[in-house]
């Protein structure tokens, strides 16, 4: 069983419409006894981080949800903000403390020229062979994006892709049982239903 976590904000609803468009069972998450009904976990995100962590703890989601992933090993995936949370902190807004799941800090992508946030279409760039692009053409590598930070990990042997972005830019991560993604797979269409699809068969 498929557990969305819901918080209250996010991309909650879109995911769970992608769910049932490819038929996959899933349950939602709004409490801590709910992860004990669950096999995989998956964190959708939209807005910010200090204020998804936030409405974790309000809900008394953040330790249940830490202990899922870092004691209980269930294969995790993090989108967007789902992601940038799994870091030991972020800058966004105030320096927020996060789940200290991957090594690394949250921060604004250092840009110039091109404008922030970041929104569109990314050819991602795989740096590794990785489960979560398994049967993902070349040419069908293509995501979609919304945001102005990125999760800078310490251990880059666990980043699985990237952009480019005036700079590089994580664009996806997996550590041990822990997949995140950058880009939203609920709006990249095939590739993001793909995706998905990898991530539930694991």
Known sequence: MIGLVNYGSGNY???SNVLDFLN???QKISSPEDF???????????????????QLKKK?????????IRDKKKPFLGICVGMQILSEEGEENIITKGLNLVKGKTIKIPTKKLRLPNIGWHNINLKKKNILFKDIEENELFFYFVH???LKVENHEIVTSTIFFEHEVTASIQ???IFAVQFHPEKSQVAGCKLLNNFINL
Request: net charge neutral; charged share 20%; hydrophobic share 35%.
């Open 60 to 68: 008394k989601l953040f330790d249940e949800l830490n202990y899922n």
């Open 24 to 26: 996959v069972k899933h």
């Open 148 to 150: 102005s930070f990125f």
């Open 13 to 15: 609803k879109s995911l």
């Open 175 to 177: 550590s041990d049982n």
């Open 36 to 54: 004990t009904k669950v096999s995989h976990i998956i964190l959708p995100g939209v807005g910010s981080y200090s204020g998804l962590i936030e």
